[in-house]
T-cell receptor
Framework: EPEVTQTPSHQVTQMGQEVILRCVPI?????FYWYRQILGQKVEFLVS????????KSEIFDDQFSVERPDGSNFTLKIRSTKLEDSAMYFC?????????????FGPGTRLTVL | RKEVEQDPGPFNVPEGATVAFNCTYS??????FFWYRQDCRKEPKLLMS???SGNEDGRFTAQLNRASQYISLLIRDSKLSDSATYLC????????????FGAGTRLAVHP
């Protein structure tokens, strides 16, 4: 069964450093997302991406964040200058189409720890 | 008011029990509704979509009341493997597909 993959599974970084989290969505999917989950809290939407541009972003997704689809398979989330409060699990998701009861498939996540 | 509210639990039930989870959402324009399951430190996985007429998938039954902005999930004949956190999830009309998650209700099924 096709699945979303993410690397690395765990990233430890120093405050102020840049990190890039990588995702490979399911191959025929057209819509891509990043969510995050701070330990013990709910899953929060960060950004959605379609047709090589951001279609929606949340208040969390400030100028420190960016997304890119550098090639036909990868989808990346970059945090330019990490803060302690960026420590969380970051989930990538993809879907074939938008809207309705269309399912978003989640990757296993990258645990980001900012020291 | 939180967008999606759930009782955090935990619900501790014996195997074979029936357990019900409730959820309310604040935006009456919400379009689609789901229950996701999340195991500890894992990704959310879709359990079932929730339709206006209610729907059933094996031991799981979901109900939606749009007038009350209320969603429920009923699990019959609980198994040990049902132990997880159950996330109530809403997609709003006009949104570009973003999902809004509740904080989840934790279920622990014991022998």
């Amino acid at each position: 069964e096709p699945e979303v993959t993410q690397t690395p599974s765990h990233q430890v970084t120093q405050m102020g450093q840049e990190v890039i989290l990588r995702c490979v969505p399911i191959s025929n999917h057209l819509y891509f997302y990043w969510y995050r989950q701070i330990l013990g809290q709910k899953v929060e939407f960060l950004v959605s991406f379609y047709n090589n541009e951001i279609s929606e972003k949340s208040e969390i997704f400030d100028d420190q964040f960016s997304v890119e689809r550098p090639d036909g398979s990868n989808f990346t989330l970059k945090i330019r200058s990490t803060k302690l409060e960026d420590s969380a699990m970051y989930f990538c998701a993809s879907s074939e189409i938008a809207g309705g009861t269309n399912e978003q498939f989640f990757g296993p996540g990258t645990r980001l720890t900012v020291l | 008011r939180k967008e999606v509210e759930q009782d955090p639990g935990p619900f501790n039930v014996p195997e074979g029990a029936t357990v019900a989870f409730n959820c309310t959402y604040s935006n009456s324009a919400s379009q689609s509704f789901f229950w996701y399951r999340q195991d500890c430190r894992k990704e959310p996985k879709l359990l079932m979509s929730v339709y206006s007429s209610g729907n059933e998938d094996g031991r799981f039954t979901a109900q939606l009341n749009r007038a009350s902005q209320y969603i429920s999930l009923l699990i019959r004949d609980s198994k040990l493997s049902d132990s997880a956190t159950y996330l109530c999830v809403v997609r709003e009309t006009g949104g570009y597909n973003k999902l809004i998650f509740g904080a989840g209700t934790r279920l622990a099924v014991h022998p």
